[in-house]
């Protein structure tokens, strides 16, 4: 089993930036494909951006690229996800997740993934 915990959101201005973090234990960080996704009230969970356990080549989707930073150290099984330039449209309740068999195709797609934490909530707003 592996136990996700997030950590980091909060109210924001729009413009300004955030960093999410994500601890996980009890399992194979190293091994194991991660990602960021968000749900927004009344919407379907999406995804925002993923690696692949070699931590090269990291995936965002088209509304944060360029924006958002994803990153993960296997040393300390943490994953993080910088957030620049925010919008009111990044207000959402953001998810770790993780999975040991992910493939490319499946990176982001919710339901292929085994293991989620239980989110942090950031608010955009001025």
């Known amino acids: 089993q592996v136990q996700l915990a997030e950590s980091g959101g909060g109210l924001v201005q729009p413009g300004t930036s955030l960093k999410l973090s994500c601890e996980a234990s009890g399992g194979a960080f190293s091994r194991s494909t991660m990602s960021w996704f968000r749900q927004a009230t009344g919407k379907q969970r999406e995804f925002v951006a993923g690696l692949f356990r070699t931590g090269y080549n990291p995936y965002y989707s088209a509304a944060v690229k360029g924006r958002f930073a994803i990153n993960r150290d296997n040393a300390k099984n943490t994953l993080t996800l910088e957030m620049n330039n925010l919008t009111p449209e990044d207000t959402a309740t953001y998810f770790c997740?993780?999975?040991?068999?992910?493939?490319?195709?499946?990176?982001?797609?919710?339901?292929?993934?085994?293991?989620w934490g239980q989110g942090t909530q950031v608010t955009v707003s001025s």
């Open positions: 997740a993780a999975d040991h068999r992910l493939i490319l195709s499946s990176l982001r797609n919710p339901d292929a993934y085994d293991y």
